[in-house]
């Protein structure tokens, strides 16, 4: 190990999850990752791996037989995951934040009911913003949900992005509900959808269609959803009650976007990595690429980005496991991250050369994997926005 990605404070609990961690991608995840990923393989003996280390439970209280870690804990695995292989570290996230809702957010019988199962894994989450055309603009959804005379709801629309959308039996999906209120935003509702895993109708009035070809982020299955008239009881409302759904997914994202901030410091952290490596074994006029001073500039470069990205990441997370809200704090995390990656990535496939565009070196995977840290949970000028909006708060001119 090297001296980058470090972290002080943790207790004893957290260095030996972290070291099993390591180890598990040291020993079943690296070996194995560019192979799965340019096959686009579904990383089942992986998945199940980590399902024995109890990665799936990390969070979850030990009341509901997780581990009752820390989102440090957790964002600190995630981050030596990505620098295994990015697509793990996804299967691992939208399950996380759909447990993560159920415990801030939902009623005592439905945390008896799911978390659990959700700790060892049997029953697998994965949550839904977005829609074709909507990106962003979450308070734009189409799909509804409507009320019938008995209480319950029918769902009807098309959502867009489900990681773990197939193989998941358990969606967090946000749905317009408008009963009335005068926002736009409480007017919306999350819903606890079960379902069965694979693909076509795994539900009734539910279709998965397929997996969606992705350019990166290969092997964990990203889809669809189809509402054509989805029996649902108000009892699958997440807390209860209806209305709450945009403030419960948006509680949900800032820790997304701390997972974001994770998998960018893996994956940078791996890339500075195979650059150092590589700049030690490769000669050009008769030494080491490592001992001319643009190659040493660079990894000095790169070196400090990884560090600032860590920090930023442990900031946020830290921030959160305090009880306070960290929009702020994981939208800069997950923008100096995910920028720094691409940055360090790039400069990995420059001092690889020609042989960082094969696709025998890890270098080219990275590559495609760094791009979707730029959009996912959110593009950088969204967090900009988020950022920008509350630091005028903070700094407002006082008349």
Same mark, same amino acid.
């Given at each position: 190990?090297?001296?980058?990605?470090?972290?002080?404070?943790?207790?004893?609990?957290?260095?030996?999850?972290?070291?099993?961690?390591?180890?598990? *991608?040291?020993?079943?995840?690296?070996?194995?990752?560019?192979?799965?990923?340019?096959?686009?393989?579904?990383?089942?003996?992986?998945?199940?791996?980590?399902?024995?280390?109890?990665?799936?439970?990390?969070?979850?209280?030990?009341?509901?037989?997780?581990?009752?870690?820390?989102?440090?804990?957790?964002?600190?695995?995630?981050?030596?995951?990505?620098?295994?292989?990015?697509?793990?570290?996804?299967?691992?996230?939208?399950?996380?934040?759909?447990?993560?809702?159920?415990?801030?957010?939902?009623?005592?019988?439905?945390?008896?009911?799911?978390?659990?199962?959700?700790?060892?894994?049997?029953?697998?989450?994965?949550?839904?913003?977005?829609?074709?055309?909507?990106?962003?603009?979450?308070?734009?959804?189409?799909?509804?949900?409507?009320?019938?005379?008995?209480?319950?709801?029918?769902?009807?629309?098309?959502?867009?992005?489900?990681?773990?959308?197939?193989?998941?039996?358990?969606?967090?999906?946000?749905?317009?509900?408008?009963?009335?209120?005068?926002?736009?935003?409480?007017?919306?509702?999350?819903?606890?959808?079960?379902?069965?895993?694979?693909?076509?109708?795994?539900?009734?009035?539910?279709?998965?269609?397929?997996?969606?070809?992705?350019?990166?982020?290969?092997?964990?299955?990203?889809?669809?959803?189809?509402?054509?008239?989805?029996?649902?009881?108000?009892?699958?409302?997440?807390?209860?009650?209806?209305?709450?759904?945009?403030?419960?997914?948006?509680?949900?994202?800032?820790?997304?976007?701390?997972? *974001?901030?994770?998998?960018?410091?893996?994956?940078?952290?791996?890339?500075?990595?195979?650059?150092?490596?590589?700049?030690?074994?490769?000669?050009?006029?008769?030494?080491?690429?490592?001992?001319?001073?643009?190659?040493?500039?660079?990894?000095?470069?790169?070196?400090?980005? *990884?560090?600032?990205?860590?920090?930023?990441?442990?900031?946020?997370?830290?921030?959160?496991?305090?009880?306070?809200?960290?929009?702020?704090?994981?939208?800069?995390?997950?923008?100096?991250?995910?920028?720094?990656?691409?940055? *360090?990535?790039?400069?990995?496939?420059?001092?690889?050369?020609?042989?960082?565009?094969?696709?025998?070196?890890?270098?080219?995977?990275?590559?495609?994997?760094?791009?979707?840290?730029?959009?996912?949970?959110?593009?950088?000028?969204?967090?900009?926005?988020?950022?920008?909006?509350?630091?005028?708060?903070?700094?407002?001119?006082?008349?």
């Amino acid at each position: 190990m090297g001296r980058l990605c470090e972290t002080d404070g943790l207790t004893e609990d957290q260095t030996e999850i972290l070291k099993a961690v390591r180890q598990f *991608v040291d020993e079943k995840i690296l070996p194995v990752a560019t192979e799965l990923e340019h096959a686009d393989e579904y990383p089942q003996e992986i998945v199940d791996g980590l399902k024995e280390l109890g990665i799936f439970g990390v969070m979850i209280p030990e009341e509901y037989d997780g581990l009752g870690e820390s989102l440090l804990t957790y964002a600190l695995c995630v981050e030596e995951i990505a620098r295994g292989w990015m697509s793990v570290s996804g299967v691992i996230n939208t399950h996380f934040i759909v447990a993560y809702l159920l415990m801030r957010h939902g009623t005592e019988e439905q945390k008896q009911k799911y978390l659990p199962r959700m700790a060892t894994g049997e029953v697998r989450g994965s949550f839904s913003m977005s829609e074709p055309g909507l990106g962003s603009d979450v308070a734009a959804i189409k799909t509804k949900a409507t009320k019938g005379d008995d209480g319950d709801y029918t769902i009807d629309g098309q959502k867009m992005w489900l990681t773990n959308g197939g193989s998941s039996t358990l969606i967090a999906v946000l749905v317009k509900t408008d009963e009335g209120n005068d926002s736009v935003y409480k007017n919306m509702t999350t819903f606890l959808v079960e379902k069965e895993a694979g693909f076509g109708e795994t539900a009734p009035g539910l279709t998965i269609p397929g997996k969606i070809d992705k350019m990166g982020y290969k092997g964990v299955d990203t889809t669809e959803a189809i509402f054509e008239g989805h029996q649902i009881s108000a009892e699958q409302i997440l807390g209860g009650e209806a209305g709450k759904g945009f403030y419960q997914m948006m509680d949900g994202v800032e820790v997304g976007r701390v997972n *974001v901030a994770a998998r960018a410091c893996g994956i940078a952290n791996r890339a500075f990595e195979l650059a150092i490596a590589y700049a030690q074994t490769r000669e050009t006029f008769g030494k080491q690429i490592a001992e001319h001073q643009a190659i040493l500039f660079r990894l000095a470069e790169m070196a400090t980005k *990884v560090e600032a990205s860590h920090a930023m990441m442990v900031k946020a997370a830290r921030i959160k496991d305090g009880g306070e809200r960290n929009d702020v704090e994981a939208g800069m995390a997950k923008y100096l991250a995910a920028e720094y990656c691409n940055e *360090v990535v790039q400069d990995s496939f420059r001092i690889h050369g020609g042989y960082g565009y094969s696709k025998e070196y890890e270098i080219e995977r990275l590559y495609r994997e760094a791009a979707f840290m730029l959009i996912g949970e959110g593009t950088a000028d969204i967090q900009k926005m988020i950022i920008g909006r509350s630091l005028l708060k903070d700094y407002k001119l006082k008349s």
